[in-house]
């Protein structure tokens, strides 16, 4: 393989490795510095197993802030997750990619990929007395759907890949308000690494999917902003602003809308175990997509969730001498849909 030839594999493999890490909400903190082991949550009278787990910190979340831009129409209340120990949801996802690359100014054609359906099981195992839920979630299975538009048997020729995270265990610590305190898969070391970035994307997945909610009291047609910045992985820095209307709150949960925007400066990729040489720095990142949830109060994740978003991520990949101008494109929906 030519020099150049290597430089396009990676760079087509580092513009997938951002894109799928820059779509999620959720940001692994730096290294934590050295500090006395957490005791164990004091749970309330209501948790149905024996101890909830204990976990490290390693996965604990920096938290989002939530500002009220309209409290809406009367009447109001304060919006919260009441969650029981011992429920049970399950949960269908569907994710759907297009990418486009371009290097050098020649842009490929656009790649549509197999739909890639998962179904989970989510059981929270104990609330604290501060009303945060613990909760294991448990990857049953994985599909890849083959549709109009994606290549005859890149689905099949994918599912051995896909097929490795199916069984995989993992956990959620979330809040009253929705917020995620901590998300976590517990995944072999042994795996190949494609498969683990897989496994780290649905871990961020899962926390994407929690819906912050205000501190206030709100009513129809409220909105509020959600800010944070994240580092996924310790991959790219970019900044993320969601922004939730209160469409509809009934005996059923709450129906919102929102919009959202991420963007990212100048800065260089921390990508593992690239070449020799090999050194990739994004230009800039910039997606907006827009969605809508269906979430009950008495449930950790939405019934019914939709988004779909559109990225376009700007880099410059060298090796050696070599040092290119390239980009992504991509385009993705991602729905939770009834079991």
Not at 260 to 268: E, K, R
């Amino acid at each position: 393989m030519s020099r150049r030839s290597k430089l396009v594999a990676l760079f087509v493999v580092a513009g997938i490795v951002i894109w799928w890490l820059g779509s999620d909400t959720a940001q692994p903190p730096a290294q934590p510095q050295a500090e006395k082991p957490r005791a164990a949550p004091r749970l309330t009278s209501r948790r149905v197993l024996a101890s909830a787990p204990e976990r490290q910190p390693s996965a604990r979340q920096n938290l989002p802030e939530i500002t009220l831009i309209d409290p809406g129409d009367e009447p109001r209340e304060q919006l919260r997750l009441q969650i029981n120990p011992g429920l049970r949801q399950e949960l269908v996802l569907d994710l759907e990619l297009v990418v486009a690359t371009a290097l050098a100014q020649q842009v490929a054609p656009r790649v549509r990929m197999p739909t890639m359906r998962i179904h989970a099981l989510l059981e929270v195992t104990g609330v604290t007395e501060e009303g945060h839920a613990h909760a294991e979630f448990t990857i049953r299975y994985v599909r890849l759907l083959e549709a109009p538009g994606v290549m005859p048997g890149l689905a099949k020729a994918l599912h051995d890949g896909v097929a490795q995270i199916e069984g995989f265990r993992g956990y959620l610590v979330v809040d009253a308000r929705g917020r995620t305190h901590e998300a976590e898969f517990d995944a072999a070391d042994e795996l190949p690494e494609e498969v683990r970035q897989l496994i780290d994307g649905l871990r961020v997945a899962m926390d994407q999917l929690t819906l912050p909610l205000p501190e206030e009291p709100v009513g129809p047609g409220a909105s509020w902003a959600v800010m944070v910045q994240r580092n996924p992985l310790g991959v790219v820095v970019f900044d993320q602003a969601v922004t939730y209307s209160l469409v509809e709150h009934n005996d059923e949960g709450l129906t919102l809308g929102f919009d959202i925007v991420q963007t990212a400066d100048s800065q260089l990729v921390n990508i593992p175990d690239l070449p020799d040489g090999a050194r990739v720095k994004l230009s800039s990142y910039a997606a907006e997509g827009k969605g809508r949830s269906v979430l009950a109060l008495d449930q950790v994740l939405p019934r019914k969730n939709h988004l779909e978003m559109s990225s376009e991520l700007q880099m410059t990949v060298s090796l050696g001498s070599l040092r290119e101008p390239a980009a992504v494109f991509t385009d993705i929906k991602l729905a939770i849909l009834e079991p």
